[in-house]
C-alpha cells in the first residue's frame, strides 16, 4: 500500500505564488513509480490533471497552466512538488497528489488552495 500526503495548500491573493508537497510512503519502490503528478477538482467541475512527471523526467501541463505551474520531484524523498505562480481565480480548487505505481493509481486526500481577487 501507498500513503500520499499532501501539504502547503492556502489562500492567496490573484498573482501569487504557493508550493505544494506530496511525500509518498508505505510500500513504495523507485522502480515502479511509472508517474506522479497532480490533479484539481473545483466545486461542479470534473477532476482535471494540471502537472504529471513521468520516471524518465518527461512533464505534462494543461495549457491553462503551462507557464505558470511547474512539477518537480525529489525520488531520494518519495516526493513531488508543484510550484505554482501568478495564480488566477479559477486555479482555485482542491489539489490532489496522484502516482502511479506498478501499474495502480493512489491518490492523496487533498489540499484546498483558495486564490482570491
Known amino acids: 500500500q501507498v500513503q500520499l500526503v499532501e501539504s502547503g495548500g492556502g489562500l492567496v491573493q490573484a498573482g501569487g505564488s504557493l508550493r505544494l508537497s506530496c511525500a509518498a510512503s508505505?510500500?513504495?519502490?523507485?522502480?515502479?513509480?511509472?508517474?506522479m503528478g497532480w490533479y484539481r477538482q473545483a466545486p461542479g467541475k470534473q477532476r482535471e490533471l494540471v502537472a504529471s512527471?513521468?520516471?524518465?523526467?518527461?512533464?505534462n501541463y494543461p495549457e491553462s497552466v503551462k507557464g505558470r505551474f511547474t512539477i518537480s520531484r525529489d525520488n531520494a524523498k518519495n516526493t513531488v512538488y508543484l510550484q505554482m505562480t501568478s495564480l488566477k481565480p479559477e486555479d482555485t480548487a482542491v489539489y490532489y497528489c496522484?502516482?502511479?505505481?506498478?501499474?495502480?493509481?493512489?491518490w492523496g486526500q487533498g489540499t484546498q488552495v483558495t486564490v482570491s481577487s
Open positions: 508505505g510500500s513504495i519502490f523507485i522502480f515502479r513509480i511509472n508517474a
Open positions: 496522484w502516482i502511479l505505481h506498478g501499474g495502480t493509481n493512489y
Open positions: 512527471i513521468t520516471s524518465g523526467g518527461s512533464t
